[in-house]
């Protein structure tokens, strides 16, 4: 598959486990963001890295860590959650933050913490 | 601080009836300002964006920065245009978005 992919698709966790969720981009971009999307809340950013510098922690809790090993593949770590937690996580890319508006967003992991 | 408001969270129309989905927005410099949407089982993607000047699918925006909006329009609804529609606002290396409106076309 082209474009930016995402997985797992879907993930129920407990709050005492640790998971990753994982993107991979094949666009061949250098920026590459996590967001959190809810119900009846819009679209948060959370992370962001440019040329695997994290840019930007929109004031994340620290349950949930980032990683960017190289341009094309994005990590979130997770760790000890809450219920509210649960939602859609998307990952997108662009060809750096300066073009931020035009994001290629995958299709998203749905996360459901029990 | 930049924050988009989409004030409507749905809209239903007829087939071939005018729609305009509404966001304002606010933010001190010059920002871009940016529509996606998101079609029923598929990815977000973006639609157009102000820049551009251009008409996808049918559908313009105009920004308009005396009253800081950026609706979207499209004179005759088509039943494929049915799906999710955030305007985002670009700044400071970042998106934010809007909450969202669905919209519906019926036949």
């Known amino acids: 598959e082209t474009g930016v992919t995402q997985t797992p698709r879907h993930l129920v966790m407990g709050m005492t486990n640790k998971k990753s969720l994982k993107c991979e981009q094949h666009?061949?971009?250098?920026?590459m963001y996590w967001y959190k999307q809810s119900a009846k809340k819009p679209l948060e950013l959370m992370f962001v890295?440019?040329?695997?510098?994290?840019?930007e922690n929109n004031s994340v809790p620290s349950r949930f860590s980032p990683e960017c090993p190289n341009s094309s593949h994005l990590f979130l770590h997770l760790h000890t959650l809450q219920p509210e937690d649960s939602a859609l996580y998307l990952c997108?890319?662009?060809?750096?933050?300066?073009?931020?508006?035009?994001?290629?967003f995958g299709p998203g992991t749905r996360l459901t913490v029990t | 601080a930049q924050r988009v408001t989409q004030p409507e969270k749905l809209l239903s129309v007829f087939k071939g009836a005018p729609v305009e989905l509404k966001c304002n927005y606010s933010y001190s410099g010059s920002p871009e300002l940016f529509w996606y949407v998101q079609y029923s089982r598929q990815r977000l993607q973006l639609l157009l964006r102000?820049?551009s000047r251009e008409s996808i699918k049918g559908f313009t925006a105009d920004l308009n920065k005396g009253e800081t909006s950026f609706h979207l329009k499209k004179p005759f609804a088509q039943e494929e245009d049915s799906a999710m529609y955030y305007c985002?606002?670009?700044?400071?290396?970042?998106?934010?978005f809007g909450k969202g409106i669905t919209l519906s076309v019926r036949p």
């Open positions: 997108a890319s662009s060809q750096d933050t300066q073009g931020q508006g035009r994001q290629y």
């Open positions: 890295y440019n040329f695997k510098e994290q840019t």
């Open positions: 985002a606002l670009g700044a400071n290396s970042k998106l934010t």
């Open positions: 102000h820049i």
């Open positions: 666009l061949g971009h250098n920026a």
